[in-house]
């Protein structure tokens, strides 16, 4: 069955970075869309990021210019580049798929920004 793994997160002080990485199995990963989501306590899970099979991207108006979502397909990894993080930033960052017109997704990795 499919599955999703993300790694890479943890605490970093406000203007830090952090590489968060997803593999992917049971699924071919380079006809999948993959995102990044992220969802803080109380809150709902909001978009990130996504790169289509193509390699196009799009970002949140939040991230952009901060944050770079890659793939590298002969890996089945994505990955989220994060830069001059924000306190703001912290969430639970979740990889998701969406392959065969169904939805995929990871277990989620905590990101905290704080001094």
């Known amino acids: 069955q499919v599955q999703l793994v993300e790694s890479g997160g943890g605490l970093v002080q406000p203007g830090g970075s952090l590489r968060l990485s997803c593999v992917a199995s049971?699924?071919?990963?380079?006809?999948?869309?993959m995102y990044w989501y992220r969802q803080s306590p109380e809150k709902q899970r909001n978009f990130v990021a996504t790169?289509?099979?193509?390699?196009?991207?799009t970002y949140d108006d939040s991230v952009k210019g901060r944050f770079t979502i890659s793939r590298d397909n002969a890996k089945n990894t994505v990955y989220l580049q994060m830069n001059s993080l924000k306190p703001e930033d912290t969430a639970v960052y979740y990889c998701e798929a969406f392959w065969r017109g169904y939805d995929y997704w990871g277990q989620g990795t905590q990101v905290t920004v704080s001094s």
């Open positions: 790169v289509a099979s193509s390699g196009a991207t």
């Open positions: 049971g699924m071919t990963f380079s006809s999948a869309a």
